[in-house]
């Protein structure tokens, strides 16, 4: 039975947020946008117990405050709806329909059954005090009057919430309590005098190994005179354990050695952070395909909610991560900040939570928004390989290497880095064009802007910018084409021209001069084609930067500064 969204309303810091999951889903986002704030609204609903609650649950602080005046007694209703939902006819097992019957609702035209559980709290004025309510609802979003608790009692058996923090501890997850370790030490059960026969061999060897060392045995003596101040045992009140001599005792302290690459076998403890945390993701692993069943029900559908799995992992580690995850048993929900980690998982699995105007949404690219060939780029030239581009507020997409190279250095002599503002510069040419990573960024509500030459190649580009505006954006705040022929012959009409011309050998560049003596145009169009061939368009772009540094940002073209501009604008510098 798999979580199919989350409406979030009136919660911490989100207003209002609907949320679609799938079998693996990634969070991603800046800081604060609530990708933790989903992970502790839906363990609130599943962890927290059930009914009618004063008191309880929900905090004053779990109020969404929308002003400086608003106050938890004034602030509008929490309300955390889960949606659980089949996706094909008859995916749920007859004990959780048998079970569940009143309060599943079937969608008969598409025959599929749905479930859906609220959490509602609300400040009571004549108690004075904050109620936390939970109910199944109806396909109309209507409460539904249950015989008893039973649903309510049964939701958390069949979809059994385990959540790690991104300071999870592995000393604690594989102590006695620990929510996945505890399952498997419960399971060791052993027969009465095959117990015995062990215990017996334990204090054997115990008493062998305290009896080697005589001040242990005064030790013992002394500290059994203790027995005239306190109540102890006449017969036997002190005993010195060098290990457990109980079969209960040593179940509760069997620990997990790893051996290193030379072979050396260390506690986990005494393991780096990485491998610590990776292990107790196996751990999960291990409980989900061992005792899952035994410890909750066969028909389980365990939802995992993980936050930043790949805290203190090595990048190979992480990207290894993504398959692993996909691999899991149940339903992973995580949120994550790695480039890496989002490069190896699908793109449909990826949920970009942001804010605009204050508003919290989602955006997610699903398989109907690219067109094969379109995914084909989108993936080669920035999931797989630039990952961390899906975290930028803004997309400024150029069409060759001279943008790429010299933007981000004239952003930076602006006062606009790009890791600052947070906008990536992304290449188009060779991608197919704008359109693929225009509708990408749309459909993740990542801004964007594309810069094209003034030929007739970029005009091609332009009108394919075009037709990706909606009818409320326009095209001057989206899109520039340059009045010039490209970037070079930009910059060559704002005073630039000796750094092409010093690029050029003298004998080349008097050749050139008398060529084109009677056309300018094209002298200049063959000056910077030189200079192009004998060093590059990155090398160019580079003495260009350090030429605007010596010149001062003012004698730029007034292009490129409002297209730094506008960007930063954009990403809401």
């Known amino acids: 039975m798999k979580l199919k969204e989350i409406r979030i309303n009136n919660f911490r810091g989100i207003r209002s947020l609907h949320l679609p999951l799938d079998g693996l889903t990634v969070l991603i986002g800046e800081n604060n946008v609530g990708k933790s704030t989903v992970l502790e609204a839906i363990r609130l609903v599943l962890m927290r117990g059930f009914g009618v609650r004063r008191g309880a649950q929900f905090t004053e602080y779990d109020f969404h405050l929308r002003d400086a005046i608003t106050t938890p007694q004034t602030a509008e209703p929490i309300s955390i709806i889960l949606h659980f939902a089949e996706e094909k006819e008859s995916e749920w097992p007859d004990a959780v329909v048998q ?9 008969m035209n598409a025959g599929l059954n749905h479930i859906w559980l609220q959490a509602k709290g609300s400040f009571q004025v004549e108690s004075a005090s904050i109620e936390t309510k939970w109910a199944f609802l109806n396909s109309d979003g209507e409460e539904l009057t249950l015989k008893n608790a039973t649903p309510l009692n049964l939701i958390s058996r069949f979809v059994p919430l385990f959540f790690l923090s991104a300071l999870r501890d592995a000393s604690q997850e594989f102590g006695q309590r620990g929510q996945f370790w505890s ?4 399971s060791i059960q052993l027969p009465d005098d095959q117990r015995e026969k062990i215990e017996k061999m334990l204090r054997e060897v115990n008493t062998s190994v305290i009896g080697a060392n005589a001040g242990l045995t005064e030790v013992t003596k002394k500290i ?4 005239r101040l306190v109540p102890l045992d006449a017969a036997d009140p002190v005993a010195l354990e060098a290990i457990p001599t109980r079969v209960f005792d040593m179940v509760g302290k069997i620990q997990v050695h790893l051996k290193s690459s030379q072979g050396a076998k260390l506690p986990l403890h005494r393991h780096g952070e990485g491998t610590q945390s990776l292990t107790v993701l196996m751990l999960f692993q291990a409980f989900a395909a061992v005792t899952l069943a035994e410890s909750y029900a066969p028909e389980s559908t365990p939802l995992l909610a993980l936050e930043e799995p790949e805290a203190h992992l090595h990048p190979s580690a992480i990207r290894s991560l993504g398959s692993f995850l996909e691999g899991m048993t149940g339903q992973i929900l995580v949120t994550s900040h790695s480039g890496d980690l989002v490069s190896r998982v699908p793109v449909t699995a990826l949920r970009r939570i942001y804010k605009k105007n204050g508003e919290s949404h989602v955006g997610r690219i699903e398989l109907s928004t690219l067109t094969p060939d379109e995914k084909r780029h989108f993936d080669y030239h920035i999931r797989v390989t630039k990952g961390a581009h899906l975290f930028a507020r803004c997309w400024l997409l150029v069409e060759g290497q001279s943008e790429f190279w010299l933007f981000p250095r004239v952003a930076s002599l602006m006062d606009a880095s790009v890791d600052e503002k947070n906008f990536a510069i992304i290449e188009f040419s060779q991608g197919g064009g704008p359109r693929p990573f225009i509708k990408a960024a749309k459909a993740l509500g990542i801004e964007w802007f594309v810069v094209a030459d003034g030929d007739a190649a970029g005009t091609n580009y332009i009108d394919a910018a075009k037709t990706c505006l909606d009818a409320n954006e326009r095209e001057r705040d989206h899109i520039f084409q340059f009045q010039s022929k490209d970037l070079e012959h930009e910059f060559w009409q704002a005073g630039y021209e000796d750094v092409y011309k010093n690029a050029v050998e003298l004998s080349d560049l008097t050749a050139l001069q008398q060529q084109f003596a009677a056309n300018s145009a094209d002298f200049i169009k063959a000056v910077i084609d030189k200079a192009i061939s004998r060093r590059s368009k990155p090398e160019l772009a580079f003495e260009v930067a350090a030429e605007i540094e010596k010149k001062g940002i003012d004698t730029m073209p ?10 930063v604008q954009l990403a809401g510098g």
Not at 183 to 186: D, E
Not at 558 to 567: A, D, F, L, P, R
């Open 99 to 107: 079970q569940m019957s009143e309060v599943i609702q079937l969608d």
């Open 183 to 186: 399952g498997f030490l419960k």
């Open 224 to 227: 059994a005179d203790a027995g």
């Open 558 to 567: 007034q292009s490129i500064k409002n297209i730094i501009s506008q960007v």
